[in-house]
């Protein structure tokens, strides 16, 4: 009961709760499927994403715990267990060791912020530039005790207010799929990037199998983006020559969705039953929704509460087709270098 509570609580964000309604249907004007185009979402991505993140967290944390992201995964192995691993191994990948200036772009609540910090005994600075966000994740990292070690900065990753060569490595974790223009984003991180130093991340990509003259591939994509506050998703390719063009050097990169033993979309497959990510199951969905409704019917909830409960449903669908099909991975993953000099 105390999850609904929190859930009902935290709906919204910082948003009025008598503005919600106007934020979830300025939200849905921003994409295809209501009347939206992509240079429309990338040219308001700041709003798009800042009201996306008011309108879901609370879902987010609900259904997912504190950390947003999917993660490759073992047979045998909770998905507790592989997003805690998968964070671990980020953490290994950049070499991360106590003392260590860390930055997480596009942060979210601080769920793997908290964890890598604990792992590594690095400090860690979430970037993200939601408010609300921000306030839950510094509330979160004074329970976990971290508070000391790590925090928060509000800013637009696409213009960081850091001076040059800040950091002595930076990760993001299916975070900069929110950025308009790719090779912007990884610019502003190679600047703020100590030479020598490392940058990986997780991204959201559409594959090379994806074909963008099939309609039902380019429907998917669109599910996906609406669900999830994108402007559009790039194929892995484009990603790859980004980074190269923002001046890495690419160590090595791979899609690790290819290589999980257990598919990553299965917490959101409705045809799978989980009691450990019961709330993500077909079951856990429908008491979800229906809560949400007579939360929002008794008042505790916003009005248009049910509304962001569907299009995450919607999204949630799409993210499990575009991975049967295999057009599209959550976990493109790379690891890149600033090189010691710059020619």
Not at 312 to 328: P, Q, W
């Amino acid at each position: 009961m105390s999850g609904a509570i929190d859930l009902a609580s935290g709906l919204g964000g910082k948003i009025e709760k008598k503005e919600i309604r106007s934020a979830v249907d300025q939200y849905e004007k921003y994409h295809g499927h209501f009347g939206g185009d992509e240079e429309a979402r990338k040219a308001n991505y700041t709003d798009m994403v800042n009201k996306y993140y008011d309108l879901s967290t609370s879902f987010y944390e609900f259904g997912w715990g504190e950390s947003f992201h999917f993660a490759h995964r073992w047979k045998g192995e909770s998905l507790r267990e592989s997003i805690k691993r998968h964070e671990h191994f980020l953490a290994l990948q950049l070499g991360l060791k106590p003392g260590m200036k860390v930055l997480d772009v596009g942060c979210g609540i601080g769920g793997p912020l908290r964890e890598i910090a604990r792992f590594s005994s690095a400090s860690v600075t979430g970037l993200n530039n939601n408010d609300y966000q921000i306030s839950r994740g510094k509330e979160l990292n004074h329970l976990a005790g971290v508070h000391k070690t790590c925090d928060f900065l509000k800013a637009d990753f696409m213009k960081m207010p850091i001076a040059d060569n800040t950091f002595d490595a930076i990760y993001a974790i299916e975070a900069t799929c929110h950025a308009p223009d790719a090779l912007g984003c990884y610019k502003e991180i190679f600047r703020v990037l100590k030479p020598g130093q490392h940058f990986a991340a997780y991204e959201w990509c559409m594959t090379d199998a994806f074909d963008p003259n099939n309609q039902d591939h380019q429907r998917i994509k669109a599910e996906i983006e609406l669900g999830d506050g994108l402007p559009d998703i790039r194929t892995t390719r484009k990603c790859l020559e980004a980074l190269k063009l923002a001046g890495f050097e690419v160590i090595w990169e791979a899609d690790l969705a290819s290589e999980s033993p257990v598919p990553w979309y299965l917490p959101l497959d409705t045809s799978h039953f989980s009691l450990s990510s019961f709330r993500l199951t077909s079951v856990g969905r429908f008491i979800t929704k229906n809560l949400v409704k007579a939360l929002e019917f008794i008042g505790l909830a916003p009005e248009g509460s049910q509304r962001v409960s569907s299009f995450l449903e919607k999204a949630a669908d799409g993210l499990v087709e575009g991975g049967r099909k295999e057009i599209f991975t959550p976990m493109y993953f790379f690891l890149a270098r600033k090189p010691l000099s710059q020619s």
